[in-house]
């Protein structure tokens, strides 16, 4: 029976590198994660195919060619802060946590939290801080960030979340409606530019809040 790293080994090799994820780094974290942790309910096959996983309250934990395409388009440094739109089971907060020197979670769902938070405790996470609340807006508080990343679909990234990047910062996120996104990168090149680029199609489950959706 094939075990869990094995498992992964797979993935990478057929669904990152194959794809052309060439970031060794990125590359490395998703070697190194135990993705069916963050999965519990699946099985190994499951937890490590080339699809979103159910991990209920209408949540899943995105795809992994999808979470590997946005970390590489981030262009995360060692010394990076990120802010990460949804925290959700954890996985893409785990994978974070090896590539960025400090990670800020936002998850709106208490129940999510409280097990992400156990799972990635278990693990030895300690460069993660959470809220609990609506990530539609970011965390104010906290900015600036080098990096910000959604893990659910917005219609747009508010100004108020844009103006939370450093100078130089990069912001990915889907962007579109409910069924249907585009992944965007938006960087901060000054006070007040934030040019866009439009990476190609995709489709997350959407983001809650007061700049996502209420139901």
Known sequence: MDTPEEWRARMVAEQLDARG?????????????????????????????????????GQTVSQPYMIAWMLQ?????SGNRALEIG????????????????????????????????????????NVEFLAGDG????????????IIYSAAAPEVPDVVKRQLAIGGRLLAPVGSRMRQNLVRIERAGEKEFPEQNLGGCIFVPLRG?????D
């Open 21 to 57: 994820i060439t970031d060794a780094r990125v590359l490395d974290a998703f070697r190194s994660v135990p993705r069916h942790l963050f999965c519990p309910a699946a099985e190994l096959s499951v937890a490590h195919g080339d699809h979103p996983v159910d991990i209920g309250h």
């Open 73 to 77: 388009e981030a262009r995360l440094g």
């Open 87 to 126: 925290t959700g089971s954890g996985y893409q907060t785990a994978l974070l946590s090896r590539l960025a020197h400090r990670i800020f979670s936002v998850e709106c769902i208490p129940e999510l939290l409280a097990s992400a938070r156990g799972r990635l405790e278990e693990l030895g996470v300690a």
């Open 136 to 147: 539609s807006v970011g965390w104010p508080g906290r900015a600036p960030f080098d990096v």
């Open 210 to 214: 007061a700049f996502g959706w209420s």
